[in-house]
């Protein structure tokens, strides 16, 4: 089956205001930069990103014209705001989030990796010793204040305490590869893999934009590192330049 798009303007038709799509990329690397620009001029409001460790800050002026668009309700991330006061105070995404305009739910990243692999395989939630004892045992939402945060359930196995988490699925996965196929096989390359394998199970539709256009059997067996059957559509796009800087 071909599953290759025109356009990623096409492969995004059906994305609707209060859609919940996972947005992979630690920070700069692997994030599906021309899938966001696409968002951005469809114009869908009240969005959810499902995110993995910044990539919204890797991708500094799509964040800048999302927000300003309001098209972003909420964000779920493990590192979502800069380190900097001074860039924070100039950031437009944090400001928003400060002002209550932007819910920002947190987890740790190695939590939220394991939230999206079980949505894919089909667990819907699972024990984590991570983050017990300390705040991560409550909802961590930028609105909620402390004294109101939900608890987590706990439970004590061999003598340890574990903390409950939920699985994560999400309406849509973009995700970046280096290389697909027409049937959605896909390779990533090096650091750019990060979330796009367990964002791309977890999606109920995910949208892969390629680097690389393949051919059926060109990516190797073995090299494959997300199955076609778990990607629905995949568009061509062009290797992007742009600075890189964490601050």
Do not use: W
Request: proline letters at 5%; aromatic letters at 8%.
């Amino acid at each position: 089956m071909d599953k290759t798009y025109s356009s990623p303007e096409e492969a995004i038709a059906d994305v609707e205001d209060g859609a919940v799509i996972a947005i992979p990329g630690f920070f700069a690397a692997g994030v599906p930069r021309v899938l966001l620009q696409a968002l951005i001029k469809k114009k869908v409001k009240n969005l959810t990103l499902a995110c993995g460790c910044g990539p919204l800050l890797g991708a500094a002026d799509e964040l800048a014209q999302l927000v300003g668009n309001k098209q972003i309700k909420k964000v779920i991330d493990s590192y979502g705001i800069s380190r900097s006061m001074t860039k924070g105070l100039q950031d437009p995404f944090e400001q928003a989030v400060r002002a209550g305009e932007i819910e920002l739910e947190v987890y740790p990243m190695g939590t939220l990796a394991e939230k999206y692999r079980a949505g894919g395989a089909g667990i819907p939630a699972f024990y984590t010793p991570t983050g017990t004892g300390s705040i991560v045992e409550e909802q961590v939402v930028s609105n909620v204040p402390s004294s109101q945060a939900m608890k987590k359930e706990t439970r004590i196995f061999d003598g340890r305490k574990y903390i409950l988490e939920y699985a994560l699925k999400t309406d849509f996965a973009f995700v970046h590869a280096y290389e697909g196929d027409r049937e959605g096989n896909l390779r990533y390359r090096r650091t750019a893999s990060n979330f796009n394998h367990v964002m791309a199970m977890a999606g109920k539709v995910t949208i892969a934009e390629a680097e690389n256009l393949l051919e059926l059997g060109d990516i190797e067996p073995d090299f494959v590192h997300t199955p076609g059957i778990y990607v629905q559509r995949v568009v061509k796009v062009p290797r992007l330049s742009f600075s890189i800087g964490i601050d």
